[in-house]
Structure formats: structure tokens, C-alpha cells
């Protein structure tokens, strides 16, 4: 996804921005299936969410599932934990504050 826009790394943009296709929506869940389901035999969720490269594919994911398959039933990541095969770690998902 991000070499079909000439870049190494995220650039900061927001997420929108990326325009990303129906394809690499795919790919990207696919991938993040495969990552999950590789790391969470070793590793929790909380300790790849430390990882930068699957942190900006697991926000960027979830800003696009919001856009595409959000149904309105309230905010809850269950669904986005469903997809991508992820165990939803014991006592909840944590939320930090962003630094303003």
C-alpha cells in the first residue's frame, strides 16, 4: 500500500488521505490476519500494538472499517477484533489519552 504511493514509511497524513482501494483493504485485513494469528501465539495483542508498522496498519484498518462496515449499532472494537481473528485481551481493550 504504501510503495503504490511512493513511500518507505507512513508520512503523518491523516488516514483518509491514503485512499485506500477495495483491494488493499483486503490485503490489509488479510495481513493483519496472518500477523495476528503468527504473534498471538508468542505474544499478546498489547505487546504487538508496540510494534510501529502494526500499529499504523491495525489504526489504519480500523479507520477503514469504521468507514466501510460500521452499522450503527455504538462504538465497540469487537467487530474489528472479529475480522482480523484477534483475541480481545483479558480486562478489556485500554484507551490512552493523546498528549495535546
Known amino acids: 500500500m504504501l510503495s503504490n504511493r511512493r513511500l518507505n514509511t507512513p508520512d503523518g497524513r491523516q ?8 483491494t488493499e483493504f483486503s490485503e490489509l485485513e ?12 508468542r505474544l499478546n495483542l498489547s505487546v504487538l500494538a508496540k510494534r510501529i508498522m502494526f500499529s499504523f496498519l491495525f489504526v489504519l484498518y480500523g479507520a477503514e472499517w469504521w468507514r466501510r462496515r460500521y452499522d450503527g449499532s455504538g462504538f465497540t ?18 484507551h490512552k489519552e493523546a498528549n495535546a
Open 15 to 22: 488516514l483518509y488521505q491514503y485512499r485506500i482501494t477495495d
Open 30 to 41: 488479510f495481513s493483519l490476519r496472518q500477523y495476528i494469528s503468527t504473534g498471538q501465539t
Open 77 to 94: 472494537w469487537e467487530g474489528i477484533m472479529r475480522v482480523v481473528s484477534a483475541r480481545i485481551p483479558t480486562g478489556g481493550i485500554k
